[in-house]
């Protein structure tokens, strides 16, 4: 199954091409109004370099976010016009979920968390089985000092035998001093290449819901939006 995996719902993002769950072509880059306007061409010039052309393609996989408001928005409008006009299935695919899953087999639990504005982060906690990634908690948006009380009240922490927590996304970026001086050596900071969303492993994620049925109709296709800070963060 040949499917797009597009993202553009953090500061990071592009388009990747997936062949049977393998990548074959990914572009990535920090995104702009510009640069995202701009990824219907890159994924032209992606499918002439596979011999591929849109009737090639069998599924689309967007992030829907948390996440941007204006970018959430582009990636989502775009994969509406490709799903309208290929008439293939879409997969809506959670921008903490696609975060979480840039971390396969990790033995303690993740948490992804997301700009939203000022100390305010979009966040939910994983436990990792393998390539599964399973939500411990529900997609939330708080302040960060709210986050990390709540990782500890709730004893994510105590849930791997490091009793320790790895935290993704830009707003582990941002928050990384608060973050370690609240959780001391508890707290690990994922590595820079794994903070944002991949289109590729959006892509992947996607593939798999399609295989299950779970799509999504292009008129009911919408940015995953957690209350009106979403709208007024970037």
């Given at each position: 199954?040949?499917?797009?995996?597009?993202?553009?719902?953090t500061?990071?993002?592009?388009?990747?091409?997936?062949?049977?769950?393998?990548?074959?072509?990914?572009?990535?880059?920090?995104?702009?109004?510009?640069?995202?306007?701009?990824?219907?061409?890159?994924?032209?010039?992606?499918?002439?370099?596979?011999?591929?052309?849109?009737?090639?393609?069998?599924?689309?996989?967007?992030?829907?976010?948390?996440?941007?408001?204006?970018?959430t928005?582009?990636?989502?409008?775009?994969?509406?016009v490709?799903?309208?006009?290929?008439?293939?299935?879409?997969?809506?695919?959670?921008?903490?979920?696609?975060?979480?899953?840039?971390?396969?087999f990790?033995?303690?639990?993740?948490?992804?968390?997301?700009?939203?504005r000022?100390?305010?982060?979009?966040n939910?906690?994983?436990?990792?089985?393998?390539?599964?990634?399973?939500r411990?908690?529900?997609?939330?948006?708080?302040?960060?000092?709210?986050?990390?009380?709540?990782?500890?009240?709730?004893?994510?922490?105590y849930?791997?035998?490091?009793c320790?927590?790895?935290?993704?996304?830009?707003?582990?970026?941002?928050?990384?001093?608060?973050?370690?001086?609240?959780?001391?050596?508890?707290?690990?900071?994922?590595?820079?290449?794994?903070?944002?969303?991949?289109p590729?492993?959006?892509?992947i994620?996607?593939?798999?819901?399609?295989?299950?049925?779970?799509?999504?109709?292009?008129?009911d296709?919408?940015?995953f939006?957690?209350?009106?800070?979403?709208?007024?963060?970037?």
């Open positions: 199954m040949r499917v797009v995996g597009i993202d553009t719902s500061f990071t993002g592009g388009i990747a091409l997936i062949d049977n769950g393998q990548i074959v072509s990914e572009f990535n880059a920090y995104i702009t109004r510009r640069n995202s306007e701009g990824l219907m061409g890159v994924l032209d010039r992606m499918l002439k370099d596979l011999d591929w052309n849109t009737k090639d393609l069998e599924g689309i996989a967007v992030s829907v976010g948390p996440g941007s408001f204006t970018g928005r582009i990636g989502v409008t775009m994969a509406k490709l799903g309208y006009s290929l008439n293939i299935p879409i997969s809506a695919v959670v921008t903490l979920d696609a975060v979480a899953a840039n971390v396969p990790m033995k303690i639990p993740v948490c992804p968390l997301i700009c939203a000022r100390n305010i982060v979009y939910a906690v994983y436990n990792i089985d393998g390539s599964d990634i399973q411990a908690a529900e997609y939330s948006v708080g302040k960060i000092d709210e986050v990390i009380n709540n990782i500890k009240e709730k004893g994510y922490i849930n791997s035998e490091d320790k927590i790895m935290f993704l996304g830009d707003g582990a970026v941002r928050h990384k001093q608060f973050i370690q001086e609240n959780l001391m050596e508890q707290a690990v900071i994922g590595p820079p290449w794994y903070l944002g969303p991949k590729s492993v959006v892509a994620m996607g593939q798999s819901k399609i295989n299950a049925g779970d799509i999504t109709d292009p008129r296709l919408v940015p939006y957690m209350g009106k800070s979403s709208a007024e963060g970037t």
